[in-house]
């Protein structure tokens, strides 16, 4: 699909405003060309699975960015979030199907979200990673290549 990366990232934002109920303020920041050729489907599924987790996983008042750049079709996205991170010794498990860490309270989740989220970044020939502390805040980077 040819997208508008600004119209898009509106849009996605948009839909997910349902889930924070003015819990946190998402900030975004866009560079670099507006247009762009890739999988819309595929990057939405992205973009939701992220920023949800970054609501879900973040109190009331943070902020949660998204920078979206793009430099000659080749994007790279981070999705940060001031919540409550991911405990270290759990971070080897992130993108195993059901992983659910320790410290996510009364927060429900089945755990597939970030299975699914990994397996169609590789399917765009990808990468995704992240750094996160807990209590802090996690920050996950996706590089996905420009493929025409
Ligand atoms: P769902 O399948 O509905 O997305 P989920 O959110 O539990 O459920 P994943 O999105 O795969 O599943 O995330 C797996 C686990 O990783 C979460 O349960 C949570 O413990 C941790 N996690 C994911 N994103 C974050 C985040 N932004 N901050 C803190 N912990 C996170
Ligand atoms: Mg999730």
Do not use: C, W
Request: charged content about 20%; aromatic content about 6%.
């Amino acid at each position: 699909d040819i997208l508008s990366i600004s119209e898009f990232a509106h849009d996605v934002v948009n839909d997910m405003q349902f889930l924070k109920k003015n819990k946190q303020r998402i900030n975004m920041q866009l560079e670099g060309e507006d247009t762009l050729v890739l999988d819309a489907k595929k990057l939405r599924h992205i973009l939701e699975n992220l920023i949800s987790n970054a609501i879900k996983y973040s109190p009331d008042g943070t902020d949660i960015d998204l920078h979206i750049q793009n430099i000659n079709g080749n994007l790279q996205i981070l999705v940060h979030d001031a919540g409550i991170g991911i405990p270290e010794e759990e971070q080897i498990h992130l993108f195993n199907k059901f992983f659910r860490a320790t410290n996510t309270g009364s927060v429900q989740g089945t755990g597939l979200g970030l299975t699914i989220v990994k397996r169609y970044v590789e399917l765009m020939n990808g990468s995704i990673t992240f750094k996160s502390l807990s209590g802090k805040g996690t920050t996950f980077t996706i590089k996905l290549p420009n493929l025409d």
